[in-house]
Structure formats: structure tokens, C-alpha cells
T-cell receptor, first 111, second 112 residues
């Protein structure tokens, strides 16, 4: 079945440093979504990428979808303490409706 | 508009007990799913439904049953609880399975 792998599992940064998490799928995806989960909370949708090579920005967050639609990345510029949480990618196969989540990257930001 | 509502928020069960985790959404979403979240393992799909009367298994379905008699409700049943089912359970819904998933607040389940 489809597998979605995400690295790194943990990332500790100083406030102001950049952060990147990477997501790789074993199969071609129809779209990929990114979610953020604050400590003790539930996942909250950030964005969806659909097109090959797509790049989207939300303020300090930049999301990319690979040309082959099998990988994606989330980059945060100049992290802030409010960025703390776990970031998940979730991929949907071209042939199905299931959403498969990666293991997540837990980000801590030291002030 | 409450979104996705899960009950209970916390539950402690003894091994062998059964229980039902409730999930309801008021957004008229066709697609609903149950995930469990364990440290270092992300969100793993247990069961999902693409509409009333239709359910299918996810990655980790063993020990769990679901039904979808209405669009709004998607309960998850633990038949005979085991310590390995200690986890945080999330219910999610989305429209047509294509757009963003809305998650409930989660149920923290401990099986002793």
C-alpha cells in the first residue's frame, strides 16, 4: 500500500533560524496536504498542493510539490515560537480517496 | 456550526471491555475517517467512509468496527479493548474526499 515518509522526525531550532521538513511518497499522488498540530491539539489544515512543481507561500511558510508528484517540502523562514508544533504531510493517491499521513516532524523553537 | 465533535475526550478501559467512540459532523461531509496517533508513528488510518452505508478498512483496522448509518455520524467500536489500543483517536471529515480534512478534538484512550 501507499507509504508516506517524512523527515526529520524532530527538529530543534533557535528562534530566527529556518526550518524545512521533507515528505516522500512511495506512489504518485493526486495531491498533497500539510497540517499543523500544536502540542495537545488536533491537526489543522494548512494548504493543499495539486499541480506538479507547484509552489505556494503563506507568509513565512513555503510549500513545494515535486515534479513527479511524489515528494513535497515545507520551509519556514525565520522561525518564531508560535511555529512550535508537529507538521504533517498527507498524500492522496491518484486512484483512491484515502489520505495517508507521514510520521510528522516535531518542531521546537528556543527563544 | 460545531464542525467535528468527538466524545468522550478521555476514557480509561480495562482489558477486554468494549466501548464506542462517537464522532459527529454538521458540515454535510461525505468523507469521514478515524485515525489513531501514537508517538513517532504519525496518524494511522483505522477505517474510513465515503458516504452513508459505505465503509472500508484503513492501515490498522484490526480490533475496531465502524458503521455509517447517517451522513453525520461515524462511531468507532472497540470490540475487546487491549493495552495496544492505548492511543489518541481522531475523527476527521472532508467534502468529497478531495479537500481539507477537519479534525475533532480527539479522544485519549488508556487501556489497563
Amino acid at each position: 500500500g501507499q507509504q508516506v515518509m517524512q523527515i526529520p522526525q524532530y527538529q530543534h531550532v533557535q528562534e530566527g533560524e529556518d526550518f524545512t521538513t521533507y515528505c516522500n511518497s512511495s506512489t504518485t499522488l493526486s495531491n498533497i496536504q500539510w497540517y499543523k498540530q500544536r502540542p495537545g491539539g488536533h491537526p489543522v489544515f494548512l494548504i493543499q498542493l495539486v499541480k506538479s512543481g507547484e509552489v505556494k507561500k503563506q507568509k513565512r511558510l513555503t510549500f513545494q510539490f515535486g515534479e513527479a508528484k511524489k515528494n513535497s517540502s515545507l520551509h519556514i523562514t525565520a522561525t518564531q515560537t508560535t511555529d512550535v508544533g508537529t507538521y504533517f504531510c498527507a498524500g492522496r493517491e491518484t486512484s483512491g480517496s484515502r489520505l495517508t499521513f507521514g510520521e510528522g516532524t516535531q518542531l521546537t523553537v528556543n527563544p | 456550526n460545531a464542525g467535528v465533535t468527538q466524545t468522550p475526550k478521555f476514557q480509561v478501559l480495562k482489558t477486554g471491555q468494549s466501548m464506542t467512540l462517537q464522532c459527529a459532523q454538521d458540515m454535510n461531509h461525505e468523507y469521514m475517517s478515524w485515525y489513531r496517533q501514537d508517538p513517532g508513528m504519525g496518524l494511522r488510518l483505522i477505517h474510513y467512509s465515503v458516504g452513508a452505508g459505505i465503509t472500508d478498512q484503513g492501515e490498522v483496522p484490526n480490533g475496531y468496527n465502524v458503521s455509517r448509518s447517517t451522513t453525520e455520524d461515524f462511531p468507532l467500536r472497540l470490540l475487546s479493548a487491549a493495552p495496544s489500543q492505548t492511543s489518541v483517536y481522531f475523527c476527521a471529515s472532508s467534502s468529497s474526499g478531495r479537500l481539507e480534512a477537519f479534525f475533532g478534538q480527539g479522544t485519549r484512550l488508556t487501556v489497563v
